[in-house]
């Protein structure tokens, strides 16, 4: 049981360049979520989806896509890579009726 | 503003002391609120729920006051492994979004 997981685990990429990070869970849950954490900002929640085949915007959407094919992964693009976009990465998943959400080990992107 | 408010700290006490955090929070339709735990570099883990009643785990005790809108977090007998940086976290009745404080940061010294 591996929970949540995500790859890359680090990426430097150029402005202008697209890349998808990818999150995966084994816990079968229904909610699966996208943030960004900046120094002094805290998490931001960037998109999320209730189940699958369905996605939401969060407070941050702007540059970012999502895709919900299967229930287990959730995936983050970046279609036009931005110096802005530079952030860790977090995806989370939570049980319906559990508020607890856990927690991937994050992505550090760095975009030049 | 911001949805959810915490003095950042850090707060630098000695092993075995008490030290409490507070957070406040903006929207009054609040319903659920929480404080995880996040260690250098790693992702953030759920530390307790708080309740409406106050709740206590060991020597954490959470209680929230919604009449002030805020809420907090008790830590006795401080330990070293107590270091980290603690997010206050809040959701709306819908709980599809949560909104995190950018955390409070506890140094535990020997």
Redesign the interface.
Known sequence: NAGVTQTPKFRVLKTGQSMTLLCAQDMNHE?M?W?RQDP??????IH?S?GEGTT?K??VPDGYNVSRLKKQNFLLGLESAAPSQTSVY?CASRHTGN???F????TRLTVL | RKE?EQD?GPFNVPEGATVAFNCTYSNSASQ?F?WYRQDCR?????LM?VYSSGNEDGRFTAQLNRASQYISLLIRDSKLSDSATY?CVV?LND?????????TKLNVKP
């Not at chain 2, 790693?42 to 759920?46: A, M, V």
């Not at chain 2, 709980?95 to 950018?102: A, D, L, R, V």
Request: net charge positive.
């Open positions: 909610y979520y943030y002094g900002m805290g998490l931001r929640l999320y209730v939401a969060g407070e977090f508020n607890e959400q927690f991937g080990p994050g | 959810v950042p659920s929480f790693k992702e953030p883990k759920l729920s997010l959701t709980f599809n979004k949560f909104y995190f404080g950018s955390g």
